[in-house]
């Protein structure tokens, strides 16, 4: 619906600017009217109309949420109202999708939407947890404090998976090496070492014959193999994108042997700042853990915390709660345990956070730590596999030389 600048005279005989939506500037003349204003001057303003393909398909940057939060945060303590802060904000050197977004809750806010609707519009880049944080930021009149925690946590966030995603380049990169050594010998050198080993009548050992039939079967059925591959990860890729395959997904993460620990100890630290942040707000303990379960981010640990929410609801302290799931640290559990008792659970919380944070880091280093030579391990073997499959033929050949 196109925007109009307006400027009007009120009932009291005084100018103002106003921007709204309409139809057409006839029909926004009449609204104007209806509401006892006299409209002076209708100017049309004109908007880039953004590609709506790539403000869909293009991801927004997690830095560029940040950066807005930050500054929205200082506009809004600044007294600044939400409407103008938008406007200046989406006018910025942000990416073309993130301009789109912003340029949809500014025309929604000056709709008379709510902001916290306004973003829920959006939730590829708002998650719910950060909506819900909005709008009791709006209620309580705590907005630019709202958005100021939500910055730092999402910043502190966006820290810890970085480090986890860069742990596991070196791993991953090694893993993929070992399979394309593996994949070149099979199809490429061992078929040519197979011709001159039969030309010359030498022996064929087991662990030779075992590698050439594989080379063999791969060469014959590679048209088939590849497509039934394809067909597999892509109906894995869709079974963890429903609600089952999420959770089978999930609980497979968080009992593995290595990438549990380092699973349980990211929704440790995301759960200790969120909550603080939650209590900060003056939200009421059954609320800040219904909210707590929404954003997670594991399915398994959604389904069990919901003991603890019903076990709160009943009257039940936290702290024991937490601890009968058997989700979180016993750490968390204890810290909560004195908080509880002293009254202060967010001070608490807030003085161990930080605690948490390193916590998930070590457990990234020992994950890591113990994966290297785990790969190196099942590269030195496989390498071994295939020397031993060319050696033993070339010993035979010698032997009847």
């Not at 005989?13 to 209708?42: I, N, W």
């Not at 042997?257 to 909550?275: C, D, E, H, Y």
Request: aromatic content about 10%; some cysteine.
């Amino acid at each position: 619906m196109p925007l109009y600048r307006c400027t009007v005279l009120n009932a009291l005989g005084e100018k103002q600017h106003l921007t709204r939506q309409a139809g057409d500037e006839v029909s926004l003349r009449a609204e104007l009217k209806k509401d006892k204003f006299y409209p002076m001057k209708v100017t049309l303003i004109k908007e880039k109309k953004k590609s709506e393909f790539f403000a869909v398909s293009s991801k927004v940057k997690p830095d560029e949420v940040i950066g807005f939060l930050r500054q929205f945060s200082v506009m809004v303590k600044a007294g600044i109202p939400i409407g103008d802060s938008i406007n200046s904000l989406r006018q910025q050197k942000y990416t073309t999708p993130f301009k789109n977004v912003l340029q949809a809750v500014y025309f929604d806010i000056e709709s008379g939407v709510l902001l916290s609707e306004a973003f829920a519009k959006h939730p590829k880049v708002f998650p719910r947890f950060f909506i819900s944080m909005v709008a009791i930021g709006e209620a309580s009149g705590s907005l630019d404090r709202v958005l100021a925690s939500m910055a730092d946590y999402y910043e502190n966030d966006r820290k810890i998976k970085k480090k986890a995603k860069s742990s596991m380049v070196y791993p991953v990169l090694l893993l993929v090496m070992v399979f394309a050594v593996l994949l070149f010998v099979t199809l490429f050198v061992l078929p040519q070492f197979e011709s001159t080993i039969n030309e010359l009548g030498g022996d064929v050992p087991k662990i030779t014959r075992i590698l050439m039939d594989i080379s063999q079967f791969m060469q014959d059925y590679i048209f088939i193999i590849l497509p039934i591959l394809a067909v597999l990860l892509l109906a894995v890729f869709l079974f963890f994108k429903t609600k089952k395959g999420e959770y089978v997904k999930d609980f497979l993460l968080f009992h593995m042997p290595l990438i549990g620990k380092v699973q349980q100890n990211l929704i440790t630290s995301r759960f200790s700042k969120a909550f603080v942040i939650l209590l900060g707000s003056g939200m009421n303990m059954v609320d800040c853990l219904e909210n707590l379960k929404r954003m997670l981010g594991n399915a398994v640990f959604s389904q069990k915390f919901s003991y603890t929410i019903e076990e709160v609801k009943r009257g039940r302290r936290i702290a024991p709660s937490l601890a009968a799931t058997g989700l979180f640290p016993t750490m968390l559990t204890e810290m909560i345990d004195v908080g509880e008792k002293s009254g202060n659970i967010e001070e608490v919380l807030t003085s161990t956070s930080s605690y948490f944070d390193e916590c998930v880091e070590s457990s990234i280093a020992k994950a890591i730590a113990a994966l290297e030579p785990m790969m190196i391990l099942i590269l030195g073997a496989i390498v071994a596999v295939v020397i031993l499959s060319v050696l033993l033929p070339m010993m035979s050949l010698m032997n009847t030389i």
